[in-house]
Each structure stands twice: as C-alpha cells, then as structure tokens.
T-cell receptor, first 116, second 115 residues
Framework: AQSVTQLDSHVSVSEGTPVLLRCNYSSSYSPSLFWYVQHPNKGLQLLLKYTSAATLVKGINGFEAEFKKSETSFHLTKPSAHMSDAAEYFCVVSDGASSGTYKYIFGTGTRLKVLA | DAGVIQSPRHEVTEMGQEVTLRCKPISGHDYLFWYRQTMMRGLELLIYFNNNVPIDDSGMPEDRFSAKMPNASFSTLKIQPSEPRDSAVYFC?????????????FGEGSWLTVV
C-alpha cells in the first residue's frame, strides 16, 4: 500500500524568505512523486515530479524538491517566496510504474500564506 | 494541445435531482481518473479507467454514484439521487502510458452544490 503525509497543514512565510513544505511517503515499490499547486477556485497544476532519475528535481516558478529514500521524504523548497506563491500545495505518490496499478494518492495539502 | 475539459464548471441542483458531470481527456491519453475534493476529506480518488475499462472503483462512495467511459474521448460521472453531502469539487484527470513520467493532468473541476 502507498500513502503520503504532509506534515504541516498551514505554513506562513514572509515575502523573500525561503519556503519549506514537508512531505513523507510510504510505498511498497519504487514510487513516482509529485507536487501539485492549487490556487483558490482553480484546478491542480503540476509543479514538479520525481520518477527515479535525478534525486533533486527542479520545477516551475523556482520550486525544487529532493527525493530522499532513506528518509522517505520529498520536501518542496523555494529560496525566496513571492506573493503569488500563496496557494495550496499537494504532495502525491504513485507506484503505478512498479505495481501496475495507477492510484495517485494525494496528501491532505499544505496551505502556504505569504506575508508582505 | 487542449487540456482536460470538464463540464459544467458550476452546478447548483436540488436534493433528489440527477447530476451528470462530463469529462473529455487529453487526446491520446489512455487513463482517466475521477477525484472528489471536499474540505473534510481532501482529494479522494473515486474511480479510474484504462482504455475505457473501469479498473478500480473502490472509492465510489455508494450506489448513487456511477461512472462510464463509452469511448476514449468522453466520460461521465452521474449522481442519482443527489444529496447535500455530495456538494464538492469533482476533478477529472488523464495520463498517457509510456510518456510524461506518469504525470496526470487535471481539468479545472466541476463545482457542485446540492441544496
């Protein structure tokens, strides 16, 4: 079975300071991991993905995440927050490539607030 | 290339009425997913299809919910009869085998309110 835990439901940062959104996963196989962003009343947009290539993954809008197998983590970071980063962020795990069943499991989300 | 297209974007209906949500996946994609998003339960996978065949419907809440995929370019999620607790945002997503690193692409969602 696979699961994902987002450790913080809310994170507040000041504009221009670093962002860290934490995600831990569990999978019986080699997982694919994703971060999606959802702005208010909008759909979900892919930020970045890990699919067993480089462990440090760069995404859109300056975000990046590092896959750490020993810690079963896939934390999302950004060096400097912008007001437009305020949104809800979802960590997603899928072991479909290994297991053959394509259930994408979503974390409960982290709401990022950026203070001026 | 057009993204995943969902309709209607917003629907308000009365309890007991039938609701039909529609989805057109990205052309060439062979997997289609239906998710429901609520404040209480977050994003839940309801059902997914591969090559128009339902693979896993274990997330469908009860018999009032049904989903079909008559062809590769169209799927419906039906609720009959609808209840206020069905109020949620329903997302459709699709992916293509073998490309894109297993990425799924989401539509803009259908905002359903049952009064």
């Amino acid at each position: 079975a696979q699961s994902v835990t987002q450790l913080d439901s809310h994170v507040s940062v000041s504009e221009g300071t670093p962002v860290l959104l934490r995600c831990n996963y569990s999978s019986s196989y080699s997982p694919s991991l994703f971060w999606y962003v959802q702005h208010p009343n909008k759909g979900l947009q892919l930020l970045l993905k890990y699919t067993s290539a480089a462990t440090l993954v760069k995404g859109i809008n300056g975000f990046e995440a590092e896959f750490k197998k020993s810690e079963t983590s896939f934390h999302l970071t950004k060096p400097s927050a912008h007001m437009s980063d305020a949104a809800e962020y979802f960590c997603v795990v899928s072991d479909g490539a290994s297991s053959g069943t394509y259930k994408y499991i979503f974390g409960t989300g982290t709401r990022l607030k950026v203070l001026a | 290339d057009a993204g995943v297209i969902q309709s209607p974007r917003h629907e308000v209906t009365e309890m007991g009425q039938e609701v039909t949500l529609r989805c057109k996946p990205i052309s060439g994609h062979d997997y289609l997913f239906w998710y429901r998003q609520t404040m209480m339960r977050g994003l839940e996978l309801l059902i997914y299809f591969n090559n128009n065949v339902p693979i896993d419907d274990s997330g469908m809440p009860e018999d009032r919910f049904s989903a079909k995929m008559p062809n590769a370019s169209f799927s419906t999620l039906k609720i009959q009869p609808s209840e206020p607790r069905d109020s949620a945002v329903y997302f459709c997503a699709s992916r293509r085998t073998g490309t894109g690193g297993n990425t799924i692409y989401f539509g803009e969602g259908s905002w359903l309110t049952v009064v």
